[in-house]
């Protein structure tokens, strides 16, 4: 059952299989475990870069693609969701009829990219796909009458998952509200999205992907057509993504160029894809836990280093918390050169590719 | 012995000087065929004069930065995200050594301003050129020859040197004002030259200029080419193409660091994510033009350069879009780029 679950892609090392089982039961249970307005939203954010984390990881892990225009997709998802949301009345159907519309974009867009530059050389898509990402970020922020522009939207969600349902007595100390619901929404959404990619990439054609991954030339020449199978992979892991951004919207109630768009998000991502291991959905998971959890903690820490070394200015300025990217990015080089495989391919033991 | 030549299979195949005869002008004729176009949309003659001034500066700023991220790739294969990093800290560098010189910058003879520029160009671009030969060493020799780890790497190395920029310059907007004599416009009939954009345009074209020189007129330059058509041939014949590449990449470095001072007054103030932003374009010059071709950056960035003016004139919200719109019409016209380089 599980491994049927699991479309036979056990986790193959018995600690990665404890951490997958401690991730699951953290996110399941996590609002009870850790009762508190930060932990809830640190949790959400945790399942949504997951769904997003793992689309890009179809693209950069299983295809050997890469694409910069990730975010555009997962921004496509939040503002449909958002615009939607304010345009119409608010309610399931305008959410229903902003992520049509938002799948059908990012379906056409993502078609259009892929066939056109990876036709040439996979190379062209990763500066393409830059070029257009950063064009839509800064054409979203100019449609303000669409997008509300650099302050975004802010948006009421259906009422069964605002917080000012309360459908039961607090449990735990925790509030039984819209929120909750709406957790769990995301979580269920994750988890059956999660389970799909899984699927899809242990499926046959998954395998044709991680075929023209490690040699084009030879599935080119076994007879799959390499365009097509790179152009569907980009598709379908923009279609994941842009489901991402719609959650995210979703438990925001606000979308805005800086949360869905801009091109740190398309940082975080590849910097999470590599930490936590190219070619793995789980690598995904587990990246992305780790990082928005650093990212929402670790800071902390960064804060305590910062106060610590403030006689020495110079090198406070290197700890300081606005800065915990440049560590971030230096861990993200180390991981290339040292720890290709990253986090869950080191734990698998699983050889490096060759190129 | 008789008259028979030895045929060989298949002709030789030429290299054409840009003035020869059989040199492929269509890319060249397709500027003032964009700028014709543009005249009647843009309406006044006076504004299009303008428009077309600031576009050409705009792309020859482009072209310096672009030059050198082409030769890297067409000698070694090496694509390098990171190249916006060079942009940006030449660009730091450029304020930091113009502060002391505020004397210098502030007095309204124009000779003084040049020189206390030309200490800043000097100095930034020494400081991206030894950036430059340290990230060569650092992050990209390792990852020859893999693509995908190249991209991944090199963007890695982007990020660390635009987080160490704001570490240094703090992550806030710095001006960047431009020379007292060089502010304002020169008048033509109606039309308004703003200086330093005819400034741009002609060290635009002095860089340019010793570029072509170099590649077309030195020994150097052959062997660059030579590794640009076909490397494992100059390595055959006994040239350390390595080293070769070091001094392009170094050269290529230190030209991104001018770009970037001369962007930086061209947009008057900096940020550290400005490398990343002007990439963008630099991706899209170098794609429009051919990957590895000298001579397709500097149309292509003369084309990004006048068709993202006119379109920001004409239909401002399209202004985005331009490059990108332009950059699909010249690919369905040639796949390849403008001029592609043969064995790629």
């Keep these: 059952m599980l491994r049927r679950l699991l479309s036979n892609d056990m986790p193959g090392s018995r600690i990665l299989a404890v951490l997958l089982v401690l991730l699951v039961v953290g996110l399941a249970f996590g609002p009870f475990l850790v009762p508190g307005v930060k932990a809830i939203n640190v949790a959400a954010k945790v399942l949504i870069f997951i769904v997003l984390v793992a689309s890009f990881d179809l693209l950069l892990g299983y295809t050997g693609i890469v694409s910069f225009a990730h975010t555009m997709f997962f921004g496509i998802g939040a503002y449909g969701v958002a615009i939607a949301s304010s345009v119409l009345e608010p309610g399931w159907q305008s959410v229903a009829a902003g992520m049509a519309m938002a799948l059908a974009l990012s379906c056409v867009l993502a078609f259009v990219i892929g066939l056109f530059s990876l036709r040439v050389r996979a190379m062209f898509f990763a500066m393409i796909t830059l070029a257009v990402g950063s064009a839509f970020a800064s054409l979203a922020s100019q449609l303000s009458d669409l997008t509300g522009g650099e302050d975004g939207l802010t948006f009421s969600v259906p009422r069964i998952i605002s917080p000012g349902f309360e459908f039961a007595k607090p449990l735990l100390g925790v509030a039984m509200d819209g929120r909750l619901i709406c957790y769990y929404l995301i979580f269920g959404l994750t988890l059956v999205l999660v389970l799909a990619m899984l699927r899809i990439v242990n499926s046959p054609f998954g395998r044709v992907l991680q075929a023209i991954r490690d040699n084009e030339f030879r599935a080119e020449a076994i007879g799959y057509p390499v365009v097509v199978y790179r152009t569907m992979a980009a598709v379908i892991a923009a279609l994941f993504a842009c489901l991402a951004g719609g959650m995210l919207a979703l438990w925001l109630k606000y979308n805005g160029p800086d949360t869905s768009l801009s091109m740190e998000i398309m940082v975080d991502v590849l910097l999470i894809v590599v930490i936590g291991g190219m070619g793995t959905i789980y690598g995904a998971a587990i990246g992305a836990a780790i990082f928005i959890i650093a990212q929402n903690y670790l800071q902390d820490l960064l804060a305590l280093g910062n106060n610590a070394a403030s006689s020495l200015p110079a090198f406070a300025a290197l700890l300081s918390p606005d800065r915990w990217l440049l560590w971030l990015g230096l861990l993200f080089v180390l991981s290339v050169y040292f720890f290709p495989t990253g986090i869950v391919g080191t734990l698998r033991g699983t050889p490096e590719r060759k190129h | ?344």
């Design chain 2, 1 to 344: 012995m008789t008259e028979t030549e030895i045929q060989s299979p298949m002709p030789a195949r030429k290299v054409t000087p840009i003035w020869s005869i059989e040199f492929d002008l269509r890319p060249i004729l397709l500027l003032p065929a964009i700028a014709l176009v543009a005249l009647p949309l843009v309406g006044t003659p006076s504004t299009w004069l303008t428009l077309t001034v600031a576009g050409l500066a705009m792309g020859m700023i482009i072209f310096i930065t672009a030059s050198g991220l082409t030769l890297v790739f067409g000698l070694m294969d090496v694509l390098n995200f990171g190249h916006g990093l060079f942009i940006a800290f030449g660009a730091y560098v450029a304020v930091a050594t113009l502060g002391p010189l505020v004397n210098w910058t502030g007095s309204p003879e124009l000779w003084r301003n040049l020189v206390a520029l030309g200490c800043a160009m000097l100095a930034a671009m020494i400081a991206a050129a030894a950036l430059g030969a340290a990230f060569e060493r650092i992050i990209v020799r390792p990852v020859y020859g893999k693509h995908l780890k190249q991209i991944l790497i090199t963007m890695g190395g982007g990020i660390i040197g635009e987080e160490l920029i704001k570490v240094i310059w703090g992550p806030s907007q710095i001006p960047l004002p431009l020379p007292e004599a060089l502010r304002g416009a020169v008048s033509l009939g109606d039309a308004s030259l703003s200086r330093y954009r005819i400034l741009a345009v002609v060290i635009g074209l002095v860089v340019f200029a010793v570029l072509a020189w170099t590649l077309n007129r030195t020994k150097l330059g052959l062997l660059v080419r030579a590794g640009v058509q076909d490397r494992e041939m100059v390595e055959a014949l006994g040239y350390r193409i390595g080293r070769l590449f070091v001094g392009v990449f170094v050269t290529g470095s230190a030209l991104a660091g001018l770009g970037g001072v001369m962007w930086g007054l061209f947009q008057q103030n900096l940020v550290p994510q400005m490398g990343v932003q002007v990439n963008v374009l630099i991706f899209i010059v170098i794609i429009i033009g051919g990957l590895g071709s000298t001579t397709g950056a500097l149309i292509g960035a003369l084309l990004v350069g006048l068709v993202v003016n006119y379109v920001g004139f004409v239909f401002p919200v399209l202004t985005q879009f331009a490059s990108i719109g332009l950059l699909i019409a010249v690919l369905l016209w040639r796949p390849q780029g403008l001029y592609p380089v043969v064995n790629r």
